[in-house]
């Protein structure tokens, strides 16, 4: 077959794979390829999450370690072992459930942390982030910020 018929048929095929698959992406086909090779394409959205309350706390960090904790300065309060999750995301905080979804956009923009931990009861409150590095969450220091409580925008 003429090389230049099989690339116009390759590209009317491809054409009309496109138009009814958009979420199908054409590779671009081999000359010595008598085959159009697709392979799906996944988009995968960020989640959309809404606002139900704000207010504004002093906002300090910590490290899971014993000087800070207790003797088991992976466990959290509710039992959430934070070292082997290994994300930053984990806050302590007395005055919201275990469980709590909240983002400090003054701080973190659009980071969801939720609460894992909880402080001690004299910073009823306060909002502890947990940190991995011990000399990052010393130069953190205190400072107050804008808690966004927040939950899943469920379309």
């Known amino acids: 077959m003429n090389i230049n018929l099989r690339k116009k ?4 095929i491809a054409s009309f794979a496109w138009c009814l698959s958009p979420y199908t992406a054409l590779a671009a086909a081999d000359r010595d390829s008598d085959i159009i090779q697709t392979s799906p ?3 995968v959205a960020e989640p959309q999450y809404k606002v139900i309350s704000s207010s504004v706390h002093p906002v300090t960090a ?17 039992g959430f072992n934070v070292c082997t999750h290994n994300e930053e995301d984990v806050i302590a ?7 709590t979804k909240v983002r400090i956009p003054e701080l973190f923009g659009d980071r969801i942390f939720t609460v894992q931990d909880r402080m001690n009861s004299r910073f009823p409150n306060h909002v502890d982030v947990g940190m991995k ?23």
């Open 62 to 78: 910590y490290t899971s370690e014993v000087a800070q904790c207790d003797e088991s300065p992976c466990i959290t309060a509710n």
């Open 9 to 12: 048929i390759y590209l009317i």
């Open 133 to 155: 590095d011990h000399t990052q969450a010393i130069q953190f220091g205190v400072t107050v910020a804008t808690i966004e409580v927040v939950e899943l925008d469920v379309l």
């Open 41 to 43: 394409v996944f988009v």
């Open 93 to 99: 905080a007395n005055f919201l459930k275990f469980g």
